[in-house]
C-alpha cells in the first residue's frame, strides 16, 4: 500500500434516483443517467464498482460475489485494494461454468498478471480460464459491436490507466439512403463501405490518480463521457491537496476548482478515505457548489458499514488511528 489515506430505472432531468424498493441482498439500487450501478469503493480497503447493464466490473478487490456475473472486467492498477480478488473472480466463474471473462489490465503490469495466474494453477490445480488483454494508453478494443472501450492517462504512485466505455452507432452513408436491401448488401460484399460510424463516451472510470488527468489534453472525452465514476479520497481539509498528491489521489476541492473542465451530465464519486464517517462525505457533496451542485453523486453505502465496523473495532482494542492502511 503506498498512500496514508485512500448500487435500472428512467432517469428524469439527469437526477439520480434511489429506489425505495430494495434488491434482495437489502441494498439500494443506484441508478445515475440509465446506469445501474453497484459496488463498493473504500480506500486502502476494497474497490469494484459493477454496471450490470454493460454485463462489467472496475477493479476488484475483494470479489464481491455479485461482481462474478460480469463479463468485462477492467482493471486500472496493481495495488491490492484494486486486484486482490481477481484470482477468486476466474475461480469462482469457473466453479459455476460461466464463460472465461475477458480481463483488461494496464499492459505494463501484464506478465507479471499471468505470473499471479500462474502460481494459483500450480497451487489450486485448476485452470482459471479466462482471456487477459493489456492496454496501453489510447488503445481500443472492440467489446460489442455496439461498445468498445479505450484506455486513458491516468497519474497514481504505481503505473495506472483509466477506461472509457463508448457507445458505437452504425449510420447509413447519405449517398445510399433509399437503395434495394440486395443492392447494399452487394455493395457490401465488394468491399464498400456504406456506413459511418458514429462514437459517443458514456461511461469513464479513473481508478487511483491525482487530479492531473483533468487538464491532460488527451483526456477530453473523459470530461465529455455522460456518467464520470471518479475517485475522490479526500473531501474535507484536514487532508491538504498536498497530501493527496503525496500518494496520488484526488481532494474534493481540486474537483471544485476544475469545475467548469467537467461536461458530464453526472459525476460519482468513489474511493473515499476510511477516516471519514458517512456524514462527513454526504456532507461534502451536499454542499457542492455550481456547476457541480445537482449532478455530483457519492458511492457510500459500504462505507457506512465500514464505518461502524471500524467505530467497533476502536472501542473495543482501542486503536486510535488507522488509515495508514489506505491505498
Do not use: W
Not at 30 to 35: A, D, F, K, P, R
Not at 305 to 311: P, R, T
Amino acid at each position: 500500500m503506498a498512500s496514508s489515506d485512500e448500487n435500472a430505472s428512467e432517469v428524469i432531468d439527469f437526477k439520480v434516483e434511489k429506489q425505495k424498493n430494495k434488491k434482495k441482498s437489502g441494498k439500494e439500487e443506484l441508478n445515475i443517467e440509465g446506469y445501474s450501478i453497484d459496488g463498493l469503493s473504500i480506500a486502502g480497503h476494497e474497490t469494484c464498482v459493477i454496471l450490470p447493464g454493460l454485463n462489467l466490473a472496475f477493479d476488484i478487490g475483494k470479489c464481491p460475489q455479485r461482481a462474478v456475473s460480469q463479463q468485462f472486467l477492467f482493471i486500472s492498477h496493481g495495488h491490492m485494494d484494486h486486484i486482490g480478488g481477481l484470482p477468486m473472480y476466474v475461480a469462482t466463474r469457473g466453479l459455476y461454468r460461466m464463460a472465461p471473462p475477458t480481463i483488461f489490465v494496464p499492459k505494463v503490469i501484464k506478465e507479471n498478471v499471468e505470473k499471479i495466474f500462474e502460481a494459483h494453477r500450480a497451487m489450486d490445480q485448476s485452470e482459471l480460464n479466462h482471456t487477459l488483454v493489456g492496454l496501453d494508453v489510447g488503445e481500443e478494443f472492440d467489446l460489442r459491436k455496439d461498445l468498445i472501450v479505450r484506455a486513458f492517462k491516468t497519474y497514481h504512485v504505481i503505473p495506472s490507466q483509466g477506461y472509457i466505455i463508448y457507445s458505437v452507432r452504425h449510420k447509413l452513408k447519405q449517398e445510399y439512403v433509399g437503395l434495394p436491401g440486395p443492392e447494399l448488401k452487394s455493395l457490401r460484399l465488394s468491399g464498400v463501405k456504406i456506413t459511418d460510424t458514429y462514437t459517443s463516451p458514456e461511461v469513464a472510470f479513473t481508478g487511483d490518480t491525482m487530479s492531473d488527468f483533468i487538464i491532460d489534453p488527451e483526456n477530453v472525452d473523459v470530461l465529455k463521457a455522460k456518467l464520470l465514476i471518479l475517485e475522490s479520497t479526500y473531501v474535507e481539509d484536514t487532508c491538504t491537496v498536498e497530501d493527496a498528491r503525496d500518494y496520488g489521489h484526488t481532494h474534493l476541492s481540486e474537483i471544485i476548482n476544475y469545475a467548469d473542465k467537467f461536461e458530464n451530465k453526472a459525476i460519482l464519486l468513489i474511493h473515499f478515505s476510511a477516516r471519514y464517517q458517512l456524514d462527513v462525505i454526504e456532507n461534502a457533496v451536499s454542499a457542492l457548489p455550481p456547476p457541480l451542485a445537482g449532478r455530483v453523486f457519492a458511492l457510500t453505502k459500504e462505507n457506512e458499514e465500514h464505518s461502524a465496523s471500524i467505530k467497533y473495532a476502536e472501542t473495543q482494542f482501542r486503536f486510535i488511528y488507522l488509515s495508514e492502511y489506505d491505498d
